[in-house]
């Protein structure tokens, strides 16, 4: 059975003008011309026997919809972990979660923002995971959990820093390289971040994390769904959020209460722990 994002091999077994039928491990699905990467680049045409990789976009239809486009394979892999972690950590009821206008916060912050962190907050909207992680939203009522809010005062900060000498981590050293802030570690006010390169994809986009009450920085090739769910499922590699007693004052400990549980933001009465208060 076909699933939402799910990738594939698949094989063109016809060719129409419209598109492509193709053989996925014994189930059809149909490539419209538009989701082919030859209608937008110049590449040769679909033909029957080729094999590529696709994903599918829409699993209910007969034959199931895929995609054969580079930057849909990438958008479905960056989804791949939010079902999981929905599946770990249920999301509030859909009452309790906030729309959200993606294309005007976009325009706000000045770029496009990963598909799985919208994913996520179209799921649950901001509040926290595991008790300790906060999902920062667009258009909270509170600034300390704003995305925009923590973007700009999140830039002030780091500046501040580093033109004070801090030195800043190997990792945003080449290029004109900005931080965007996502999350951050409820008591210890450690900061996750995304790592915006110039020319990368939203989907490519990976995690810095930097500590509360310090200037270290850990980097982690993942998008911001993938380390939540690590440490959700407990298998996190990270030195602040990992199962490891390396520190009897360790301020991250995840309560096995908690462990599977989100809380919205909403549901705390003006909120506790701004982002960072110990180094801001």
Same mark, same amino acid.
């Given at each position: 059975?076909l699933v939402d994002h799910q990738e594939c091999d698949v094989v063109v077994t016809a060719v129409a003008p419209v598109g492509c039928a193709v053989d996925a491990d014994g189930h059809d699905g149909f490539i419209d011309q538009v989701k082919h990467p030859s209608w937008w680049a110049d590449v040769p045409r679909a033909e029957v026997g080729d094999r590529m990789r696709a994903v599918?976009? *829409?699993?209910?239809?007969?034959?199931?919809?895929?995609?054969?486009?580079?930057?849909?394979?990438?958008?479905?892999?960056?989804?791949?972990?939010?079902?999981?972690?929905? %599946?770990?950590?249920?999301?509030?009821?859909?009452?309790?979660?906030?729309?959200?206008?993606?294309?005007?916060?976009?325009?706000?912050?000045?770029?496009?923002?990963?598909?799985?962190?919208?994913?996520?907050? *179209? /799921?649950?909207?901001?509040?926290?995971?595991?008790?300790?992680?906060?999902?920062?939203?667009?258009?909270?009522?509170?600034?300390?959990?704003?995305?925009?809010?923590?973007?700009?005062?999140?830039?002030?900060?780091? @500046? %501040?820093?580093?033109?004070?000498?801090?030195?800043?981590?190997?990792?945003?050293?080449?290029?004109?390289?900005?931080?965007?802030? $996502?999350?951050?570690?409820?008591?210890?006010?450690?900061?996750?971040? $995304?790592?915006?390169?110039?020319?990368?994809?939203?989907?490519? $986009?990976?995690?810095?994390?930097?500590?509360? %009450?310090?200037?270290? $920085?850990?980097?982690?090739?993942?998008?911001?769904?993938?380390?939540?769910?690590?440490?959700?499922?407990? @298998? @996190?590699?990270?030195?602040?959020?990992?199962?490891?007693?390396?520190?009897?004052?360790?301020?991250?400990?995840?309560?096995?209460?908690?462990?599977?549980?989100?809380?919205?933001?909403? %549901?705390?009465?003006?909120? /506790?722990?701004?982002?960072?208060?110990?180094?801001?």
């Amino acid at each position: 059975m076909l699933v939402d994002h799910q990738e594939c091999d698949v094989v063109v077994t016809a060719v129409a003008p419209v598109g492509c039928a193709v053989d996925a491990d014994g189930h059809d699905g149909f490539i419209d011309q538009v989701k082919h990467p030859s209608w937008w680049a110049d590449v040769p045409r679909a033909e029957v026997g080729d094999r590529m990789r696709a994903v599918v976009l *829409d699993p209910t239809r007969t034959p199931a919809r895929f995609s054969a486009l580079p930057v849909d394979v990438r958008i479905a892999r960056s989804l791949r972990h939010t079902e999981p972690l929905r %599946r770990l950590c249920p999301a509030p009821p859909p009452g309790e979660v906030r729309s959200v206008e993606w294309a005007v916060v976009e325009e706000a912050l000045g770029t496009a923002l990963p598909a799985d962190y919208k994913r996520l907050v *179209d /799921t649950y909207g901001g509040g926290v995971f595991a008790g300790t992680i906060w999902l920062l939203e667009p258009d909270c009522p509170e600034k300390m959990y704003d995305l925009l809010a923590q973007t700009a005062e999140r830039e002030e900060i780091l @500046t %501040r820093f580093w033109e004070a000498g801090e030195a800043k981590p190997a990792e945003i050293l080449d290029g004109d390289i900005r931080l965007v802030p $996502w999350g951050y570690a409820e008591g210890s006010g450690h900061v996750l971040y $995304w790592v915006v390169r110039p020319g990368v994809e939203p989907e490519e $986009w990976t995690v810095i994390l930097n500590e509360g %009450r310090g200037p270290l $920085w850990e980097a982690h090739e993942a998008s911001c769904s993938q380390f939540l769910l690590d440490v959700v499922a407990g @298998t @996190t590699t990270s030195f602040y959020f990992s199962d490891d007693d390396h520190d009897d004052d360790h301020d991250d400990d995840i309560d096995p209460e908690d462990r599977f549980r989100f809380i919205p933001g909403s %549901r705390f009465h003006g909120g /506790t722990g701004a982002p960072a208060a110990d180094r801001g």
